[in-house]
């Protein structure tokens, strides 16, 4: 039961309902659920008279970051603000221990959680798709409007207003105005944070299935739909985050790939090449990509712009790093304090203000010091490493997905925050209890 409901958590994921406990309180649903699992896992544990952990290098790293965490709030200014965000992350982190136990030592059991999670993306692909086109035939303020009302059982009453009134939902493309993909995530940030790492992940089991029912030399004869499946969810995928017109996204999805991309082809260049038709999809792919740019279009127009750094949000992103650098002059070692940015930036800011420095390093560093900053990249850097060797060893691209996919959420992570959003922060947690690094086995 525990491991059912786990899967249906990760299909649930894109699509929960907020709750209202009290007034001005949002708490979005997959938090209680996520509890309740992890109770359900410790009681049973306990009954058994045996607790397991797996004290690896990610487990130590990790945790030590949330020590640090919470120490910072011992010299943040508004401590309620500090917990509210630790909070957030215990609410979460408890997934840990639940995928540890049940998937992580179970590679058919690790399939089937990620084929779990890969529906539910492809269900918020597709409606981030729909409302998309909805624009072209409705008139843009009706679909706005209404998508506004749409939204607010899923973000909560409080938090929902916070978004309207910072709205980032719209974006001009060659002088038009153009609702972007959202579907039902605060921003479209947020979703192409989690579009782009479903996407990868869909890439590596595809190429996962394909390897074992078929080879190079002797390649399937006709079309397969379940074993195209995770094809077809990588391409729906990747065209619902181009719809999200993020420019942080597509350089994380590009990263990505390329990393994946390039160990790929490492290994298995010499058999591609013995190969007509891959011969052939390789010379497409390359073509395709050098028409994406040489032709304009919304998404190449939107790409490139994040290289003009005489476009204005590009020069405020600038202006708000050199703030954070300045700030993490000040507060080296220790920050700010959790949740307490914004006041340093500006004192009578409010709670849901979006003020941050649209760069996760950053973001840690200021609140929380260098020193947690360099515990949560190295947490990444070991688990990208571990992936990619197991990928190595064992031509597992189920593996080189997920390093791929840290690879590219770190690089997204250079152009925004995701680390407390409820969709985004537990598919990195299941990354990363997915990790194969040694380890010790602890037994209490």
């Known amino acids: 039961m525990l491991e059912l409901f786990t899967k249906l958590l990760f299909l649930y994921l894109p699509f929960q309902f907020a709750l209202n406990p009290l007034s001005g309180v949002d708490l979005a649903s997959a938090r209680v659920f996520i509890l ?3 109770f359900y896992w410790f009681t049973q544990s306990l ?10 290098l ?3 790293l990790f945790f030590s970051f949330l020590f640090f965490t919470v120490l910072s709030l011992f010299w943040a200014e508004n401590k309620s603000w500090g917990i509210r965000k630790i909070i957030f992350f215990f609410s979460i982190l408890p997934i840990f221990f639940v995928i540890r136990y049940i998937f992580a030592s179970s590679l058919e059991k ?19 798709i729909i409302q998309f086109l909805l624009q072209f035939l409705i008139p843009l303020n009706k679909l706005y409007s209404f998508w506004a009302i749409l939204i607010t059982p899923f973000l909560g009453q409080s938090f929902s207003q916070a978004v309207l009134s910072n709205p980032s939902w719209l974006v001009n493309i060659g002088g038009y105005t153009l609702l972007r993909a959202t579907a039902f ?4 940030h947020m979703l ?6 479903c996407a990868t992940i869909s890439l590596g089991m595809f190429l996962n299935v394909t390897k074992n029912k078929t080879s190079y030399n002797n390649p399937a004869p006709s079309w397969n739909l379940g074993r195209h499946l995770h094809l077809i969810f990588f391409l ?16 994380g999805l590009l990263s990505g790939l390329v990393f994946f991309i390039i160990l790929t082809f490492k290994s298995k260049f010499k058999k591609l090449l013995n190969n007509l038709r891959n011969i052939a999809i390789l010379i497409s792919i390359f073509l395709f990509f050098i028409a994406f740019f040489i032709i304009p279009n919304p998404v190449s127009n939107r790409l490139l712009s994040s290289f003009n750094l005489t476009e204005g949000s590009n020069i405020g992103r600038l202006d708000t790093w050199h703030q954070s650098f300045e700030i993490i002059k000040q507060n080296p070692l220790l920050g700010v304090g959790i949740g307490n940015y914004s006041l340093a930036i500006k004192p009578s800011a409010d709670y849901r203000e979006p003020i941050y420095s649209h760069n996760t390093f950053l973001d840690i560093a200021a609140e929380t010091g260098i020193i947690n900053l360099f515990l949560w990249v190295s947490v990444f850097l070991i688990a990208i490493f571990s992936f990619t060797r197991d990928f190595i060893r064992r031509k597992n691209y189920l593996s080189l997905s997920l390093a791929a996919s840290l690879f590219g959420f770190s690089v997204h992570s250079l152009f925004e925050t995701a680390i407390f959003s409820v969709h985004v922060l537990p598919l990195i947690i299941l990354i990363l209890a997915l990790n ?6 602890s037994s209490l």
């Open 185 to 188: 995530f605060p921003d479209p």
């Open 110 to 128: 690790t399939r089937q959680l990620l084929n779990f999670t890969l529906w539910g993306a492809f269900l918020a692909s597709l409606l981030g």
């Open 58 to 60: 990610i487990f130590l």
């Open 36 to 38: 309740l699992l992890f």
């Open 236 to 251: 729906t995928l990747t065209l619902a985050s181009f719809l999200t017109f993020s420019r942080g996204g597509y350089l």
């Open 47 to 56: 009954l058994q008279k045996k607790i397991t952990l797996r004290l690896d």
């Open 192 to 197: 192409a944070f989690y579009l782009n790492i």
């Open 436 to 441: 194969k690094e040694k380890n010790e086995t």
